[in-house]
């Protein structure tokens, strides 16, 4: 019913950035939570950071806090993520979700996952 679609991933040296986009489509709402997820080869899925309807609350996982940024342009429908000083272990499958409130986005229970872009960094 809802539709995600991510892109902006790619390779950098560490210390590098890049910025990941999430379009939404179909039967869509400004009040869904969204939120960023990855998983890196041989481990869980991890979860990265999510924005509340609003923007008015913005949740980070510690191993980003402070180097990514999530934004959201309503008018565009997309929800971003900026990251900047890249590390190796941020290498992973970075995947897009939403859902009706942030509680069950965070726990990995989404309903509506996008398809990933990977994200490689190096050194």
């Known amino acids: 019913q809802v539709q995600l679609v991510e892109s902006g991933g790619g390779a950098v040296q560490a210390g590098g950035s890049l910025r990941l986009s999430c379009v939404a489509s179909?039967?869509?709402?400004?009040?869904?939570?969204m939120g960023w997820f990855r998983r890196a080869p041989g481990k869980e899925r991890e979860r990265v950071a999510a924005?509340?309807?609003?923007?008015?609350?913005?949740y980070y996982a510690g191993s980003v806090q402070g180097r990514f940024t999530i934004s959201q342009d309503n008018a565009k429908n997309t929800v971003y993520l900026q990251m900047n000083s890249l590390k190796s272990e941020d290498t992973a499958m970075y995947y897009c979700?939403?859902?009706?409130?942030?509680?069950?986005?965070?726990?990995?229970?989404?309903?509506?996952w996008g398809q990933g872009t990977q994200v490689t960094v190096s050194s």
């Open positions: 979700a939403a859902d009706r409130g942030c509680s069950n986005l965070w726990t990995g229970a989404a309903p509506y």
């Open positions: 179909g039967n869509t709402y400004s009040s869904y939570c």
């Open positions: 924005i509340e309807a609003g923007a008015v609350w913005k």
